[in-house]
C-alpha cells in the first residue's frame, strides 16, 4: 500500500498558525470521510487529536481542527504552543483490502 | 483510561517466526477491533493486520502469507506472529485499539474506522 504523502517539516512561533497536508488518492482519502491524526512523542504512544476527518476527541484543545478537500486532508494547529511540537500522523481506512493507509509524518517545530 | 503494552523478545533471529503480545488494560476490548502496526527504522506506519473479539482477523495483503493474529492466552491479550523474518521486517511494533461505531454528542449511532488507543511499540530487530 502507498503511504499517504506529508510534508517533513512544518514550523510556526508561538500563537501562529500552522496547517499539515495528508495528500492521498481516491482509493482512500478522497473515497472515505475517515480521516484520522495523530501526535506522537519520542518514546510515547500515538495520541488521538482528530477522526473522521473533523472530530476531535474529548480533551483535545479545539486549536486543532481537522479538513478534507478531494484526495487530500489537513490538520490545522491554531494558536501554536510550545507543548504542540511533536511529530504528527495521518491515517486514512483505504477499504476492505487495505484496510488502513498512513502518512509519511510531519515534525511541527515551535520556534 | 486504555493502556496496551506490546512485549516480546527484541531480538529474532532470520528466517525465524517474531512472536509479539498486546495486553489491553483499562477497558474492554468487546466490540472491538484490535491492530497490529509497524514502522521501519527511518520509514512510515504499516499496517498489518487486526482481530475482533470474537476471532475473525484481517491481514494487509503483503503480509498475509506469513502473519497470524490470535486471541492471547489472557482475555484482554492478543498476540501477533510473523514467520520466516527477514531484516526488512525489523521494524517497532504497535497494538492499538479500533473503533468501528460510537454515539456522537446527540446520541445519534456513526460508523467509522479510527484507532483510539496505541501501545507505545516494541523495537524488533532481526539479526543473527
Known amino acids: 500500500q502507498s503511504a499517504l504523502t506529508q510534508p517533513r517539516s512544518v514550523s510556526g512561533s508561538p500563537g501562529q498558525s500552522v496547517t499539515i497536508s495528508c495528500t492521498g488518492t481516491s482509493r482512500d482519502v478522497g473515497a472515505y470521510n475517515y480521516v484520522s491524526w495523530f501526535q506522537q512523542l519520542p518514546g510515547k504512544a500515538p495520541k488521538l487529536m482528530i477522526y473522521d476527518v473533523n472530530k476531535r476527541p474529548s480533551g483535545v484543545p479545539d486549536r486543532f481542527s481537522g479538513s478534507k478537500s478531494g484526495n487530500t486532508a489537513s490538520l490545522t494547529i491554531s494558536g501554536l504552543q510550545a507543548e504542540d511540537e511533536a511529530e504528527y500522523f495521518c491515517c486514512s481506512y483505504a477499504g476492505s483490502y487495505t484496510f488502513y493507509v498512513f502518512g509519511t509524518a510531519t515534525q511541527v517545530t515551535v520556534l | 483510561q486504555v493502556q496496551l503494552q506490546e512485549s516480546g523478545p527484541g531480538l529474532v533471529r532470520p528466517s525465524e517466526t517474531l512472536s509479539l503480545t498486546c495486553t489491553v488494560s483499562?477497558?474492554?476490548?468487546?466490540?472491538?477491533?484490535l491492530s497490529w502496526i509497524r514502522q521501519p527504522p527511518g520509514k512510515g506506519l504499516e499496517w498489518i493486520g487486526n482481530?475482533?473479539?470474537?476471532?475473525?482477523?484481517n491481514y494487509s495483503p503483503s503480509l498475509m502469507s506469513r502473519v497470524t493474529i490470535s486471541a492471547g492466552t489472557s482475555k484482554n491479550q492478543f498476540s501477533l506472529k510473523l514467520s520466516s523474518v527477514s531484516a526488512a521486517d525489523t521494524a517497532l511494533y504497535f497494538c492499538?485499539?479500533?473503533?468501528?461505531?460510537?454515539?456522537?454528542?446527540?446520541?445519534?449511532?456513526?460508523?467509522?474506522?479510527?484507532?483510539?488507543?496505541w501501545g507505545q511499540g516494541a523495537l524488533v530487530t532481526v539479526s543473527s
Open positions: 492499538a485499539r479500533e473503533v468501528r461505531d460510537y454515539y456522537d454528542s446527540r446520541g445519534r449511532g456513526q460508523f467509522s474506522y479510527f484507532f483510539d488507543y
Open positions: 483499562g477497558g474492554s476490548i468487546t466490540n472491538h477491533y
Open positions: 482481530i475482533y473479539y470474537t476471532g475473525d482477523t
